[in-house]
C-alpha cells in the first residue's frame, strides 16, 4: 500500500526514538476522494490507534492507516530527501484525490478518474472542476463544467485543447470526442 524508502524509515526512527514508548506514525488523508485532498504524516501513540485502523510494519517502527484513507494512499512513497537546499519529507500519494480503480471498470469510471485527478486538480487553480456525466452511443464525452469554468471565456479552449487532448490520447479506442453540457452563465464566479 505505501512504500516508504530506507531514508524515510530511518528519518522517522530518529524521530521516533525521541518519542514516548511504542509512539508510531499515522498516514492520512484528510477529504479523500475530492479536489481538496490533503495527505499528512503524524505521530501515533499506541492508545489513539482504533480497531479499524491497518497497521503496516517498517523498520523499527509501524505505519497505522485509517480504513477510510487507506483506498486512496494504494501507490503513495515517503522519501526523505537531502540536497543543497537541506533536508525534505516528501509524501506522494497519486490516488488521494480519487480512488483508484480497476483496469477494466466501466468507461465512465476511468474517464472521471482522469478528470479527478488529472485534469481537477489543474482547474481547481482557476476555481473550476469538471464531470464526465455521460458517454453518448457515438463514442461523445459529455463533460459538465462547474466553479470558475461556468461562464468562463476560454472555456472552449480549455476543453477542446486540453481536456478533449488528455481524454482521447488516454481513450482513444473508446471515445472520439468531447462535447460540453454546460449551460454557462458568465458571472462574478467565473474565472475569464
Do not use: W
Request: glycine share 6%.
Amino acid at each position: 500500500m505505501i512504500n516508504i524508502t530506507d531514508a524515510a524509515q530511518a528519518h522517522f526512527a530518529t524521530l521516533l526514538s525521541q518519542q514516548s514508548a511504542k509512539t508510531n506514525i499515522r498516514v492520512f488523508v484528510v477529504n479523500p476522494g475530492t479536489a481538496q485532498a490533503e495527505c499528512g504524516v503524524s505521530y501515533c501513540p499506541v492508545d489513539s490507534v482504533e480497531d479499524t485502523d491497518i497497521t503496516l510494519n517498517f523498520n523499527g517502527f509501524d505505519a497505522v492507516v485509517d480504513a477510510d484513507s487507506a483506498p486512496f494512499l494504494e501507490e503513495a512513497d515517503i522519501d526523505f530527501v537531502t540536497d543543497k537546499m537541506g533536508s525534505q519529507l516528501t509524501l506522494k500519494a497519486p490516488n488521494a484525490k480519487a480512488k483508484k480503480i480497476q483496469d477494466d471498470a466501466p468507461l465512465l469510471e476511468r474517464l472521471n478518474y482522469v478528470i479527478e485527478t488529472e485534469i481537477n486538480p489543474q482547474l481547481a487553480n482557476h476555481g473550476g472542476n469538471c464531470l464526465v456525466t455521460e458517454v453518448t452511443e457515438d463514442k461523445i464525452a459529455i463533460v459538465q463544467f462547474g466553479g470558475g469554468c461556468n461562464g468562463c471565456s476560454q472555456i472552449d479552449m480549455t476543453l477542446k485543447e486540453g481536456i478533449e487532448k488528455e481524454l482521447l490520447a488516454k481513450f482513444e479506442d473508446e471515445i472520439c470526442g468531447v462535447r460540453d453540457a454546460t449551460e454557462h452563465q458568465a458571472g462574478e464566479h467565473s474565472y475569464y
